[in-house]
């Protein structure tokens, strides 16, 4: 059980509660560590499937955790970033978007849950499900958003306690605000995308006997 991807599993797990509550703690350093153990958190993802392959380290505990992981640390950094981005008195606003829209925190969480349910539904048929293309790179553009809002929170905190302004703090200020607002829309977009190409590839699953 104690395996080397499983205890990276675990770590992710436990990280995700800590990447939750650190935004929320005034400051730009507590914002940083929190970014920094998102960026550790979303390596781990990689680095224990890799493994776990690699070293024929496939578990059924790992089967079991790795999905809760990813939705635990999904879950965690989309409520400091849905509650940031929408509080009135606060600077952390998201360009173009100004706040994390509702429909888009649903919409990242429900695809998860919903391919969750849709696997389950698939392994009943002896059919499993492997990650697609457009899936993983929905992860990627998802991390870079999560990953690049994190990082500014922490950015707005240390402007106002630096007061730093000038030309390049404005050319910085756009051009990370800009990768937010992008990757967000990108993500989106591939969230429904794949959803719909896995719901269509095995449309057969939904109404096919159990084997």
């Not at 391919?115 to 553009?141: C, E, N």
């Amino acid at each position: 059980m104690w395996t080397l991807p499983n205890i990276l599993t675990i770590t992710r797990i436990a990280l995700a509660p800590v990447i939750a509550l650190l935004p929320f703690i005034e400051g730009y350093w507590p914002k940083v560590i929190a970014f920094v153990a998102f960026l550790a958190a979303a390596g781990s993802d990689i680095a224990d499937g890799y493994i776990a392959r690699s070293r024929k380290q496939i578990t059924d505990l790992g089967i079991l955790l790795d999905p809760i992981a990813d939705k635990l640390l999904l879950f965690a950094t989309l409520v400091p970033i849905y509650w940031l981005t929408r509080h009135p008195t606060l600077l952390y606003g998201i360009p173009w978007w100004g706040s994390l829209p509702l429909w888009v925190a649903v919409l990242l969480v429900g695809r998860e849950l919903a391919m969750t349910l849709f696997r389950f539904q698939a392994r009943k048929h002896g059919v499993l499900i492997p990650a697609g293309r457009s899936g993983k790179l929905k992860v990627i553009f998802q991390d870079i958003f999560v990953g690049a809002t994190i990082a500014w929170f922490a950015w707005k905190d240390l402007l106002v306690q630096m007061r730093w302004t000038g030309r390049l703090r404005d050319l910085w200020d756009q051009l990370h605000g800009m990768v937010v607002a992008l990757t967000l829309a990108v993500a989106v977009v591939l969230t429904l995308y794949s959803l719909g190409s896995y719901l269509y590839r095995y449309r057969a699953l939904l109404r096919a006997p159990r084997r």
